[in-house]
């Protein structure tokens, strides 16, 4: 029995440290719920658990009623009923005692479950009512401390303002302190000024004023003469710079905008120191001497910055005159391939025309002789020479008078002459163009005249200048570099002719091919055609007989068609270009002509063209002008070539025949134009109404204005359009 209620008090234990087991030590689940199937899986462990424990316990049901008991007895208010129930020793008390403590520990867990959930969640409540009273109160600590701090600043920020505004106060108080002395004090020395402009005043006539003088005299020569040094300075700048401009060999690949902001920028700095001295002489006025000395200084550095600019402006250009060079080598290798594959035909072929064109020279002079056998000897004429045979047999007026509807006496003879001049020209260097063994040489010649004619350009007298000098030392014999190696014409007996008649014919046709586009162009080639001719009277031979055989009407010739000459072939002899038997367009054809005649007006009205010293001078162009009113018009090329001519030339005519010309203007105006209209189709009216608009308003304002692109003296002087 001592065993069995020891157990039973262990049994008690348990169950009662099961009921009052803390947090750390149990954990249960605050969601679970005692249903029938944890019921029955509870009773059955906890039957398992006795089962278990019967190997120990000698009676089961004894000690199971001993728990009943233990547990009854318990209870103080019901002792004596448990007591008498405890006696009870039939099977069926005994099991029913057992159900009972099974199912007591159920309601018991159930309850102890419960009340720890409970005081568990009155724990949490508790703690998060704790907190957020913490929570409460660190935000009042919060604002309060907050709002001290707010005071705090808004206290220092009025404390600082207060502080700063009695500093304004006392410093305007200051000012107003310094202002008032210092007026006083300037009254002060504006009073001792004063009286001392009356002791100078008083003194004007002594020594010592005549002394005082002479040193602000000196001075003002002294500070005279170092403007004029500064000034020297500034000149010698700009003229370095022009100097670099005028010797730089690859002028023409500069860009001409940049060229011109250069010259405009050295010629206002030129200006502007140029006012500085003449004030700086005019007055001896000390006060701006320093003034004046910042602006020749400033002047002196803007030369500086200049000459640096064309320094870059050079580079770049030499830069651009290398690639160029290095594409043209190229070019020119390529060419010269393709010139040894095609050289021989090339050769052929002029052959050919020289032959075809001694054949149509020999028609049309055959053709001037028949009509210059007709004609009577003129009065005023000299004879002609023997290359036309004229005759002393007189014909009739009337066929005189026919024969000169195309061209005159005087000029058939010149014409007759520079063709045939042209003709032996050309036959005299025939076998070197057609030497295989020459084609290199030819070709290097042929670039030696090329190179300079296309790098023409107004930027500068000295640049076209050059260009003038390469051509004279080309046709004197001597040595030009000519992609990089020495070319003369000395190689070849033949040699100087061919570049001689190369130069005119090429000069010639920019008329056509350049002038027709770019009028302003033509006194360019106008002012190297002169330099030319001036040098070498025989190219300028030449070069007049181009233009002649380019296009007849300006001899004036109206070349009439002669018997058994091809439509093609005439038109050919007029200037037209005939391609696959099919002849130029007329209009085409026109605006080339007015590109050759603007060259020749430009040639006649060039830089001293009123001189003696001028080889085809504006007498020429006078002459010209005559025999082309002395002939009957033609439709649409007398009117475009008076226009032309006129436009460029006239204003060089007026200058030196004034009345003269303006009488010929009159004439030319009232009589000339409208026989033009009779002769001109309505739907080619377009030249006539051009060149009539044209006179009406030179008749009207006695005037003919210089064309743009002349080349004008101020032009040649400065260096610079």
Same mark, same amino acid.
């Given at each position: 029995?001592?065993?069995?209620?020891?157990?039973?008090?262990?049994?008690?234990?348990?169950?009662?440290?099961?009921?009052?087991?803390?947090?750390?030590?149990?954990?249960?689940?605050?969601?679970?719920?005692?249903?029938?199937?944890?019921?029955?899986?509870?009773?059955?462990?906890?039957?398992?658990?006795?089962?278990?424990?019967?190997?120990?316990?000698?009676?089961?049901?004894?000690?199971?009623?001993?728990?009943?008991?233990?547990?009854?007895?318990?209870?103080?208010?019901?002792?004596?009923? *448990?007591?008498?129930?405890?006696?009870?020793?039939?099977?069926?008390?005994?099991? *029913?005692?057992?159900?009972?403590?099974?199912?007591?520990?159920?309601?018991?867990?159930?309850?102890?479950? #419960?009340?720890?959930?409970?005081?568990?969640?009155?724990?949490?409540?508790?703690?998060?009512?704790?907190?957020?009273?913490?929570?409460?109160?660190?935000?009042?600590?919060?604002?309060?401390?907050?709002?001290?701090?707010?005071?705090?600043?808004?206290?220092?920020?009025?404390?600082?303002?207060?502080?700063?505004?009695?500093?304004?106060?006392?410093?305007?108080?200051?000012?107003?302190?310094?202002?008032?002395?210092?007026?006083?004090?300037?009254?002060?020395?504006?009073?001792?000024?004063?009286?001392?402009?009356?002791?100078?005043?008083?003194?004007?006539?002594?020594?010592?004023?005549?002394?005082?003088?002479?040193?602000?005299?000196?001075?003002?020569?002294?500070?005279?003469?170092?403007?004029?040094?500064?000034?020297?300075?500034?000149?010698?700048?700009?003229?370095?710079?022009?100097?670099?401009?005028?010797?730089?060999?690859?002028?023409?690949?500069?860009?001409?905008?940049?060229?011109?902001?250069?010259?405009?920028?050295?010629?206002?700095?030129?200006?502007?120191?140029?006012?500085?001295?003449?004030?700086?002489?005019?007055?001896?006025?000390?006060?701006?001497?320093?003034?004046?000395?910042?602006?020749?200084?400033?002047?002196?550095?803007?030369?500086?910055?200049?000459?640096?600019?064309?320094?870059?402006?050079?580079?770049?250009?030499?830069?651009?005159?290398?690639?160029?060079?290095?594409?043209?080598?190229?070019?020119?290798?390529?060419?010269?391939?393709?010139?040894?594959?095609?050289?021989?035909?090339?050769?052929?072929?002029?052959?050919?025309?020289?032959?075809?064109?001694?054949?149509?020279?020999?028609?049309?002079?055959?053709?001037?002789?028949?009509?210059?056998?007709?004609?009577?000897?003129?009065?005023?004429?000299?004879?002609?020479?023997?290359?036309?045979?004229?005759?002393?047999?007189?014909?009739?007026?009337?066929?005189?008078?026919?024969?000169?509807?195309?061209?005159?006496?005087?000029?058939?003879?010149?014409?007759?002459?520079?063709?045939?001049?042209?003709?032996?020209?050309?036959?005299?260097?025939?076998?070197?163009?057609?030497?295989?063994?020459?084609?290199?040489?030819?070709?290097?010649?042929?670039?030696?005249?090329?190179?300079?004619?296309?790098?023409?350009?107004?930027?500068?007298?000295?640049?076209? *200048?050059?260009?003038?000098?390469?051509?004279?030392?080309?046709?004197?014999?001597?040595?030009?570099?000519?992609?990089?190696?020495?070319?003369?014409?000395?190689?070849?007996?033949?040699?100087?002719?061919?570049?001689?008649?190369?130069?005119?014919?090429?000069?010639? =046709?920019?008329?056509?091919?350049?002038?027709?586009?770019?009028?302003?162009?033509?006194?360019?080639?106008?002012?190297?055609?002169?330099?030319?001719?001036?040098?070498?009277?025989?190219?300028?031979?030449?070069?007049?007989?181009?233009?002649?055989?380019?296009?007849?009407?300006?001899?004036?010739?109206?070349?009439?068609?002669?018997?058994?000459?091809?439509?093609?072939?005439?038109?050919?002899?007029?200037?037209?270009?005939?391609?696959?038997?099919?002849?130029?367009?007329?209009?085409?054809?026109?605006?080339?002509?007015?590109?050759?005649?603007?060259?020749?007006?430009?040639?006649?009205?060039?830089?001293?063209?009123?001189?003696?010293?001028?080889?085809?001078?504006?007498?020429?162009?006078?002459?010209?002008?005559?025999?082309?009113?002395?002939? #009957?018009?033609?439709?649409?090329?007398?009117?475009? =070539?008076?226009?032309?001519?006129? #436009?460029?030339?006239?204003?060089?005519?007026?200058?030196?025949?004034?009345?003269?010309?303006?009488?010929?203007?009159?004439?030319?105006?009232?009589?000339?134009?409208?026989?033009?209209?009779?002769?001109?189709?309505?739907?080619?009216?377009?030249?006539?109404?051009?060149?009539?608009?044209?006179?009406?308003?030179?008749? #009207?304002?006695?005037?003919?204005?210089?064309?743009?692109?002349?080349?004008?003296?101020?032009?040649?002087?400065?260096?610079?359009?």
């Amino acid at each position: 029995m001592a065993a069995y209620g020891s157990e039973s008090e262990l049994l008690h234990d348990a169950l009662a440290g099961l009921r009052s087991t803390s947090k750390g030590q149990l954990r249960y689940d605050p969601d679970w719920q005692l249903n029938a199937q944890n019921s029955s899986q509870l009773s059955c462990s906890f039957q398992s658990f006795l089962n278990e424990s019967s190997d120990s316990l000698p009676d089961v049901n004894t000690c199971l009623s001993k728990l009943s008991l233990l547990a009854v007895s318990s209870d103080e208010n019901s002792s004596d009923e *448990n007591e008498s129930s405890s006696v009870i020793d039939d099977s069926s008390q005994k099991t *029913n005692s057992s159900l009972g403590i099974a199912v007591n520990f159920d309601i018991e867990n159930e309850r102890s479950i #419960k009340q720890y959930d409970e005081s568990r969640r009155g724990n949490m409540e508790e703690r998060k009512a704790k907190r957020a009273r913490i929570f409460e109160l660190r935000r009042q600590n919060l604002r309060t401390d907050t709002e001290q701090e707010l005071k705090s600043i808004e206290e220092n920020l009025a404390e600082e303002k207060r502080q700063f505004e009695s500093e304004i106060t006392e410093l305007e108080q200051q000012d107003k302190e310094y202002l008032k002395r210092l007026e006083i004090q300037l009254d002060e020395e504006a009073t001792a000024y004063k009286k001392r402009l009356d002791q100078i005043l008083i003194r004007s006539l002594t020594e010592e004023s005549l002394a005082a003088r002479e040193r602000e005299r000196r001075i003002a020569v002294e500070n005279s003469r170092k403007i004029s040094s500064l000034y020297q300075r500034v000149v010698l700048n700009i003229q370095i710079i022009e100097q670099k401009l005028a010797n730089f060999k690859y002028i023409s690949f500069v860009d001409a905008q940049d060229f011109e902001q250069v010259t405009a920028s050295l010629n206002n700095i030129l200006l502007k120191a140029g006012n500085t001295v003449s004030a700086c002489k005019a007055s001896n006025d000390l006060s701006n001497v320093e003034d004046k000395f910042v602006v020749m200084k400033s002047l002196i550095q803007a030369t500086l910055l200049i000459d640096d600019k064309v320094a870059d402006m050079l580079k770049l250009a030499h830069e651009k005159e290398s690639e160029a060079a290095r594409k043209r080598q190229e070019a020119e290798v390529i060419k010269l391939e393709q010139a040894k594959q095609e050289e021989q035909k090339i050769l052929e072929a002029k052959l050919i025309q020289v032959e075809q064109a001694k054949q149509e020279q020999q028609m049309i002079l055959g053709a001037n002789k028949k009509l210059s056998e007709k004609l009577p000897k003129a009065k005023n004429e000299e004879k002609l020479p023997t290359v036309v045979h004229q005759t002393s047999t007189k014909e009739s007026t009337k066929t005189t008078q026919q024969f000169t509807e195309f061209i005159s006496d005087k000029a058939l003879v010149e014409y007759a002459e520079l063709q045939e001049h042209l003709n032996k020209v050309e036959a005299s260097y025939g076998d070197f163009i057609s030497d295989p063994k020459q084609t290199k040489y030819k070709f290097d010649l042929q670039k030696a005249v090329n190179i300079p004619i296309n790098a023409l350009s107004a930027h500068s007298p000295s640049h076209l *200048n050059d260009k003038i000098r390469r051509l004279v030392l080309l046709l004197s014999g001597s040595d030009v570099e000519v992609g990089g190696k020495k070319v003369n014409c000395k190689a070849h007996t033949s040699a100087m002719i061919f570049c001689k008649d190369l130069v005119a014919k090429k000069l010639v =046709m920019q008329g056509a091919q350049q002038v027709s586009s770019n009028p302003q162009s033509a006194f360019l080639y106008a002012a190297v055609i002169v330099g030319i001719w001036s040098a070498f009277p025989d190219v300028g031979k030449i070069i007049l007989a181009h233009f002649h055989r380019s296009f007849p009407y300006l001899v004036p010739y109206y070349m009439p068609q002669v018997e058994g000459q091809s439509n093609n072939d005439y038109h050919k002899a007029l200037g037209y270009s005939v391609s696959n038997h099919k002849i130029e367009d007329e209009n085409h054809f026109l605006k080339k002509f007015s590109g050759t005649v603007q060259l020749y007006a430009a040639v006649v009205s060039s830089k001293g063209a009123t001189t003696p010293d001028h080889p085809h001078g504006i007498d020429k162009g006078w002459t010209w002008l005559a025999r082309t009113l002395n002939l #009957k018009p033609h439709p649409s090329v007398t009117a475009t =070539m008076l226009f032309e001519f006129i #436009k460029v030339a006239g204003h060089l005519l007026m200058e030196k025949y004034r009345k003269q010309f303006q009488k010929l203007l009159l004439m030319l105006f009232k009589d000339f134009i409208p026989a033009i209209d009779k002769v001109t189709p309505v739907e080619k009216q377009g030249p006539t109404q051009r060149v009539k608009d044209f006179l009406d308003e030179c008749v #009207k304002t006695q005037r003919i204005a210089v064309p743009k692109g002349y080349l004008t003296d101020r032009w040649w002087r400065s260096g610079h359009f």
